[in-house]
T-cell receptor, first 116, second 111 residues
Framework: NAGVTQTPKFQVLKTGQSMTLQCAQD?????MSWYRQDPGMGLRLIHYSVGAGITDQGEVPNGYNVSRSTTEDFPLRLLSAAPSQTSVYFCASSYSRGLAAYNEQYFGPGTRLTVT | GQQVMQIPQYQHVQEGEDFTTYCNSS?????IQWYKQRPGGHPVFLIQLVKSGEVKKQKRLTFQFGEAKKNSSLHITATQTTDVGTYFC???????????FGDGTTLTVKP
């Protein structure tokens, strides 16, 4: 199993550009989530999904969109990049019982995004 | 919003010294998870605590969940250079659909 994969590993964008960060998992996990991590800070939840076709907002959803058309994939779209979105983005997945992430989360290697 | 506070933010120790990080929530938690992130890496799950007063051990690491299920701690005995990294707690609030991460404690170990 590859676990959780993320592409690209690094990305530089100009202000106003849009892009999609890819995330895929091959563990048949129902729960997937996106976090951002700023220097010296913890992980802040952007969006999450409890299954295909279901998404919900986390703590910091503004400027980001997600969709979940399959169990395996959970892309994160930046609509119009801003310097404040410079961060490291982690995707995570978990086997969930019911609607909550009651089990360990498996994190991808991250995407380091810089917006100039 | 609901928060999970973690202290200290940084801890510098000499190799062989003990280390403890604390996690506190203003609301009752359904469970608490602990993760370790090595420099430049991604968070890796260490353990999950569910029961009030629960204590779990992994070699030199001891994890505790408070009686009121509002706080937790991670204690490392006799630190080694391999323990370097940032330790995060993540609390799942009752009736919430998602966990909230603390800001982490970054541990450096001087050989």
């Amino acid at each position: 199993n590859a676990g959780v994969t993320q592409t690209p590993k690094f990305q530089v964008l100009k202000t106003g550009q849009s892009m999609t960060l890819q995330c895929a998992q091959d563990m048949n996990h129902e729960y997937m989530s996106w976090y951002r991590q700023d220097p010296g800070m913890g992980l802040r939840l952007i969006h999450y999904s409890v299954g295909a076709g279901i998404t919900d907002q986390g703590e910091v959803p503004n400027g980001y969109n997600v969709s979940r058309s399959t169990t395996e994939d959970f892309p994160l779209r930046l609509l119009s990049a801003a310097p404040s979105q410079t961060s490291v983005y982690f995707c995570a997945s978990s086997y969930s019982r019911g609607l909550a992430a009651y089990n360990e989360q498996y994190f991808g290697p991250g995407t380091r995004l810089t917006v100039t | 919003g609901q928060q999970v506070m973690q202290i200290p933010q940084y801890q510098h120790v000499q190799e062989g010294e003990d280390f403890t990080t604390y996690c506190n929530s203003s609301t009752t938690l359904s469970n608490i998870q602990w993760y370790k992130q090595r420099p430049g890496g991604h968070p890796v799950f260490l353990i999950q605590l569910v029961k009030s007063g629960e204590v779990k051990k992994q070699k030199r690491l001891t994890f505790q969940f408070g009686e009121a299920k509002k706080n937790s701690s991670l204690h490392i005995t006799a630190t080694q250079t391999t323990d370097v990294g940032t330790y995060f707690c993540a609390g799942l609030m009752d009736h919430a659909g998602k966990s909230t991460f603390g800001d982490g404690t970054t541990l450096t170990v001087k050989p």
